[in-house]
C-alpha cells in the first residue's frame, strides 16, 4: 500500500505479523536498508519489547514516543495530505424481508455501484491466498447452505453503496472535536479536542484478538486472513439467535427489527438433547459470528462514549478493519440504528490507511529530527501541513 504526498514524495507501507520480526530484520540488515540510520521513533509495545533486537542486529536505537500522540499526529496528517483519505457509506440493504404478519418490510434499493466486499477483495488480492482452494477443502472449509430468508438478511449480505469521501482542511473548525476507535489486539477509544489535547476515556479487551484466539480455539482457522475469508463466505445467523427467533417479527413498540441479535451464539439452545450442535453450523459460520459479535459491541461502546462526551464524529481505525468487509458493515448498520433510535447524528468514518498511523506518526518524528539539521531551504516538511 502506498500514498502520494504532495510536496514530499510516495510513501510506501507494509505490515507483518510481530512473530515475523525476526524475518524483517535480517531484510533489512540485506538490504541495508537503514545504513546511515543511528535512531529511530518507535511506538506501541513493540517499541519496547524489541529495541534491543533493533540495537544489536542492526545499530539503531529506537526512540520510544507516545502511542496515542503518534497515531493521532499520523492520522490527521494523511486525512488532510491524501485525497479521499478519510471515507464512509451510502448503505441500503440488498434485499425486501418480511419484518411481521402484517407484511412490513424494510425498503429495497439497487444502485449500480459496487459493495465494499468486492473492493475490498480486490485490494487484498496480492496479499491472500487463493479464496477457492481453500473452500475446496470442504472438511476444513464448509460453505454451509442456509435457507433463502436467512441468508438474504445475514450480516454479510448487507450491500454498502456509494463509497463517500471525506476531506478535511487545515481549519480546527472542521474537523476537531472527535473519537477515534482503534480496534487492534484490544480497543482504545480516545477523545481528540486538538492535535495537542488527546485523551483516552474508554476501551474494551473485546478486540481483533479476541476474534483470532476464539476463531483458533473454534474453528481450523490459524491466521488471521484464514479466519476473514471463511467469515465471508459463512453465515452468523445460523449460530446467533434472533429478535424474530424469540417473538417471531418485529417489536415495534420498542422498535426493535426482527433481524436484530437478541444472543450471540445462542442459536444452538434451542436443539434437542443428543443433536450435533455443530451439523448444520460451519467453520465459517462461526467465523462470521465471531466478527459480527466483536464489530457490534465495539460499535455500541463507541457510540454511547460519543453520546457521553457530546461528540458527532467517530473515526473507526485498526488492523481489525483491514480487509473485512464484514465488520465495516456491522459497525455502519448499527451506528445508523442507533441514530434512528436516539435521533442524534453521528458521522461514522473510516481510513483507506487504517493501522499504519502510529508509524506514519514516528516517521514524521525521524523526519522532523533528521531536518532540523538541514539548511531551511532543503526542509520538505516546512512545507506542507503537518497539523
Same mark, same amino acid.
Given at each position: 500500500?502506498?500514498?502520494?504526498?504532495?510536496?514530499?514524495?510516495?510513501?510506501?507501507?507494509? =505490515?507483518?505479523?510481530?512473530?515475523?520480526?525476526?524475518?524483517?530484520? !535480517?531484510?533489512?540488515?540485506?538490504?541495508?536498508?537503514?545504513?546511515?540510520?543511528?535512531?529511530? *521513533?518507535?511506538?506501541?509495545?513493540?517499541?519496547?519489547? *524489541?529495541?534491543?533486537?533493533?540495537?544489536n542486529e542492526l545499530g539503531v536505537?529506537?526512540?520510544?514516543?507516545?502511542?496515542?500522540?503518534?497515531?493521532?499526529?499520523?492520522? %490527521?496528517?494523511?486525512?488532510?495530505? %491524501?485525497?479521499?483519505?478519510?471515507?464512509?457509506?451510502?448503505?441500503?440493504? !440488498?434485499?425486501? @424481508?418480511?419484518?411481521?404478519?402484517?407484511?412490513?418490510?424494510?425498503?429495497?434499493?439497487?444502485?449500480?455501484?459496487?459493495?465494499?466486499?468486492?473492493?475490498?477483495?480486490?485490494?487484498?488480492?496480492?496479499?491472500?491466498?487463493?479464496?477457492?482452494?481453500?473452500?475446496?477443502?470442504?472438511?476444513?472449509?464448509?460453505?454451509?447452505?442456509?435457507?433463502? !430468508?436467512?441468508? !438474504?438478511?445475514?450480516?454479510?449480505?448487507?450491500?454498502?453503496?456509494?463509497?463517500?469521501?471525506?476531506?478535511?482542511?487545515? /481549519?480546527?473548525?472542521?474537523?476537531?472535536?472527535?473519537?477515534?476507535?482503534?480496534?487492534?489486539?484490544? %480497543?482504545?477509544?480516545?477523545?481528540?479536542?486538538?492535535?495537542?489535547?488527546? @485523551?483516552?476515556?474508554?476501551?474494551?479487551?473485546?478486540?481483533?484478538?479476541?476474534?483470532?484466539?476464539?476463531?483458533?480455539?473454534?474453528?481450523?482457522?490459524?491466521?488471521?486472513?484464514?479466519?476473514?475469508?471463511?467469515?465471508?463466505?459463512?453465515?452468523?445467523?445460523?449460530? =446467533?439467535?434472533? %429478535?424474530?427467533?424469540? *417473538?417471531?417479527?418485529?417489536?415495534?413498540?420498542?422498535?426493535?427489527?426482527?433481524?436484530?441479535?437478541?444472543?450471540?451464539?445462542?442459536?444452538?439452545?434451542?436443539?434437542?438433547?443428543?443433536?450435533?450442535?455443530?451439523?448444520?453450523?460451519?467453520?465459517?459460520?462461526?467465523?462470521?459470528?465471531?466478527?459480527?459479535?466483536?464489530?457490534?459491541?465495539?460499535?455500541?461502546?463507541? /457510540?454511547?462514549?460519543?453520546?457521553?462526551h457530546g461528540i458527532s464524529r467517530?473515526?473507526?481505525?485498526? =488492523?481489525?478493519?483491514?480487509?473485512?468487509?464484514?465488520?465495516?458493515?456491522?459497525?455502519?448498520? =448499527?451506528?445508523?440504528?442507533? @441514530?434512528?433510535?436516539?435521533?442524534?447524528?453521528?458521522?461514522?468514518?473510516?481510513?483507506? /490507511?487504517?493501522? *499504519?498511523?502510529?508509524?506514519?506518526?514516528?516517521?514524521?518524528?525521524?523526519?522532523?529530527?533528521?531536518?532540523?539539521?538541514?539548511?531551511?531551504?532543503?526542509?520538505?516538511l516546512s512545507k506542507i501541513d503537518?497539523?
Open positions: 500500500m502506498e500514498a502520494e504526498i504532495p510536496g514530499l514524495g510516495k510513501i510506501h507501507f507494509i =505490515n507483518f505479523q510481530t512473530s515475523r520480526i525476526g524475518g524483517a530484520v !535480517e531484510m533489512i540488515k540485506r538490504n541495508q536498508l537503514c545504513k546511515r540510520m543511528k535512531q529511530l *521513533y518507535a511506538t506501541g509495545g513493540g517499541a519496547n519489547k *524489541y529495541k534491543d533486537l533493533f540495537q536505537e529506537f526512540i520510544q514516543h507516545d502511542e496515542l500522540d503518534t497515531i493521532v499526529h499520523g492520522m %490527521v496528517f494523511l486525512m488532510r495530505n %491524501v485525497e479521499n483519505e478519510c471515507f464512509s457509506f451510502d448503505y441500503k440493504k !440488498e434485499t425486501e @424481508t418480511k419484518a411481521d404478519d402484517n407484511n412490513a418490510t424494510y425498503s429495497k434499493n439497487n444502485t449500480n455501484d459496487d459493495n465494499v466486499a468486492n473492493n475490498s477483495k480486490n485490494d487484498k488480492t496480492d496479499n491472500r491466498n487463493n479464496d477457492e482452494e481453500k473452500n475446496e477443502n470442504k472438511n476444513s472449509f464448509k460453505k454451509n447452505s442456509t435457507s433463502k !430468508e436467512d441468508d !438474504e438478511c445475514d450480516y454479510n449480505k448487507f450491500k454498502m453503496r456509494n463509497k463517500i469521501y471525506r476531506q478535511f482542511n487545515s /481549519h480546527e473548525e472542521d474537523l476537531f472535536p472527535f473519537l477515534i476507535c482503534n480496534i487492534g489486539t484490544g %480497543v482504545s477509544i480516545v477523545k481528540v479536542d486538538a492535535i495537542d489535547k488527546i @485523551t483516552r476515556i474508554s476501551g474494551t479487551a473485546l478486540g481483533g484478538g479476541t476474534f483470532l484466539g476464539l476463531c483458533r480455539l473454534l474453528t481450523r482457522a490459524r491466521e488471521f486472513d484464514d479466519a476473514l475469508d471463511l467469515a465471508e463466505t459463512g453465515n452468523s445467523r445460523n449460530v =446467533n439467535m434472533l %429478535v424474530k427467533d424469540i *417473538y417471531s417479527s418485529d417489536i415495534r413498540n420498542f422498535k426493535l427489527a426482527g433481524d436484530l441479535t437478541a444472543s450471540f451464539f445462542a442459536k444452538n439452545i434451542a436443539t434437542q438433547k443428543g443433536e450435533d450442535l455443530r451439523e448444520d453450523v460451519s467453520d465459517n459460520d462461526l467465523c462470521a459470528a465471531l466478527c459480527v459479535m466483536v464489530a457490534q459491541n465495539i460499535t455500541q461502546i463507541a /457510540h454511547l462514549n460519543a453520546r457521553l467517530v473515526f473507526f481505525t485498526g =488492523n481489525f478493519l483491514r480487509h473485512n468487509p464484514i465488520a465495516f458493515s456491522t459497525i455502519m448498520d =448499527n451506528m445508523n440504528r442507533w @441514530t434512528q433510535l436516539d435521533g442524534v447524528e453521528l458521522e461514522t468514518l473510516f481510513f483507506k /490507511h487504517e493501522g *499504519y498511523f502510529g508509524a506514519m506518526g514516528c516517521f514524521l518524528k525521524t523526519l522532523e529530527e533528521e531536518e532540523a539539521e538541514m539548511p531551511e531551504d532543503e526542509r520538505k503537518l497539523e
